[in-house]
């Protein structure tokens, strides 16, 4: 564990875990910490940032466009497919629609369109527009019969695939089976994309009635990964032992350095299922520390270990 640097006569200790149980972790942050400056409100350092979005559907009775204003995960990529959490009782009209409907539209609002957004969580009766009452458009889908919102700049047709009630909420999973996206968004990088949608639920702010108010708000500048030759030459997801010849042949390592480190990999690969196999994990302590020294840019050391450790003429 990492150790704090420490002022002449100043004492520093380990950072620790701090437990908190199920029941303390749900509590609402006003109703726990009424001190808008406690430092323990643990409530927000345990709900992660959750993507916002509107999710339209249509009255199996009388047709009319509802939007509720909620949450969403990812779940696949192919098929593209998320999940939404509606509350049975919170949002009963979305849920009542999803059952029977079987089909959706889910929007994703930017800045432009919180208050809006907000608007659409009114409690508003059966058959009252939350478009109409937040100043919405529609327009119409193309493979569901319910309607997306223009001012929402990425639009998901959806068909509800799963559904089971958890406790105070059902949830939905849904495939999307087509999309429409503002022209605009196509010309803008991928900064400009994120600065702008989608808004995320961040937060409660307690009020001076006792209540709370959930809070948007959204994401900033991209973050960099490491790249060559922290992480093979065409990026993520190429085997190991590309990774190594890429190494090689940016002259980081040499070609039997690299050989040695790809015959680790395929020794330990045959070794896989035999846990209980001393050469095995004598394979796993190499390749970790090899690792290691390789994105902590120690090629100084990842020298001095491979030339020191002795391997055997097989993996080579």
């Known amino acids: 564990m990492r150790l704090r640097s420490a002022t002449p006569g100043q004492i520093i200790r380990p950072m620790a875990k701090v437990f908190f149980s199920h029941d303390e972790i749900l509590e609402r942050p006003n109703k726990r910490f009424p001190d808008e400056k406690d430092p323990f409100r643990v409530h927000y350092h345990f709900r992660p940032a959750r993507p916002a979005d509107l999710c339209?559907?249509?009255?199996?009775?009388?047709?009319?466009?509802?939007?509720?204003?909620?949450?969403?995960?990812?779940?696949?990529?192919?098929?593209?497919?998320?999940?939404?959490?509606?509350?049975?009782h919170g949002s009963?009209?979305?849920?009542?629609?999803?059952?029977?409907?079987?089909?959706?539209?889910?929007?994703?609002?930017?800045?432009?369109?919180?208050?809006?957004?907000?608007?659409?969580?009114?409690?508003?009766?059966?058959?009252?527009?939350?478009?109409?009452?937040?100043?919405?458009?529609?327009f119409a889908s193309k493979f569901v019969?319910?309607?997306?919102?223009?001012?929402?700049?990425?639009?998901?047709?959806?068909?509800?695939?799963?559904?089971?009630d958890y406790h105070t909420h059902g949830i939905f999973f849904l495939r999307v089976v087509g999309a429409s996206i503002d022209?605009?968004?196509?010309?803008?990088?991928?900064?400009?994309?994120?600065?702008?949608?989608?808004?995320?639920?961040?937060?409660?702010?307690?009020n001076k009635f006792?209540?709370?108010?959930?809070?948007?708000?959204?994401?900033?500048?991209i973050?960099?990964?490491?790249?060559?030759?922290?992480?093979?030459?065409?990026?993520?997801?190429?085997?190991?032992?590309?990774?190594?010849?890429?190494l090689a042949e940016e002259k980081y390592l040499d070609a039997g350095e690299a050989g040695i480190l790809v015959g680790w990999q395929k020794e330990f690969d045959g070794l896989f299922g035999a846990k209980d196999s001393p050469r095995r994990g004598e394979l796993k302590e190499l390749i970790t520390r090899a690792c290691r020294l390789i994105?902590?840019?120690?090629?100084?050391?990842?020298?001095?270990?491979?030339?020191?450790?002795?391997?055997?003429?097989?993996?080579?």
């Open 56 to 88: 339209v559907t249509l009255d199996p009775d009388t047709g009319e466009v509802n939007i509720s204003a909620g949450t969403m995960g990812p779940l696949t990529w192919n098929p593209y497919t998320f999940c939404l959490h509606i509350s049975i």
């Open 92 to 138: 009963p009209h979305t849920y009542r629609n999803l059952v029977v409907g079987g089909d959706c539209v889910v929007g994703l609002p930017g800045r432009d369109i919180v208050k809006e957004t907000w608007f659409t969580a009114l409690p508003l009766p059966r058959g009252i527009s939350e478009a109409e009452v937040a100043g919405l458009h529609t």
């Open 145 to 164: 019969p319910t309607p997306g919102i223009v001012e929402c700049p990425v639009n998901f047709e959806c068909k509800v695939e799963f559904k089971k």
């Open 183 to 206: 022209e605009k968004v196509l010309s803008l990088d991928r900064e400009a994309v994120i600065s702008w949608y989608p808004t995320y639920e961040v937060d409660d702010a307690p």
């Open 210 to 221: 006792g209540g709370s108010i959930e809070r948007l708000g959204i994401m900033g500048g």
């Open 223 to 246: 973050l960099p990964c490491p790249t060559f030759p922290l992480a093979p030459k065409a990026g993520w997801y190429q085997s190991f032992e590309r990774w190594m010849r890429d």
């Open 295 to 316: 994105v902590t840019e120690d090629w100084e050391g990842l020298h001095f270990f491979l030339g020191t450790t002795n391997p055997k003429p097989e993996n080579l």
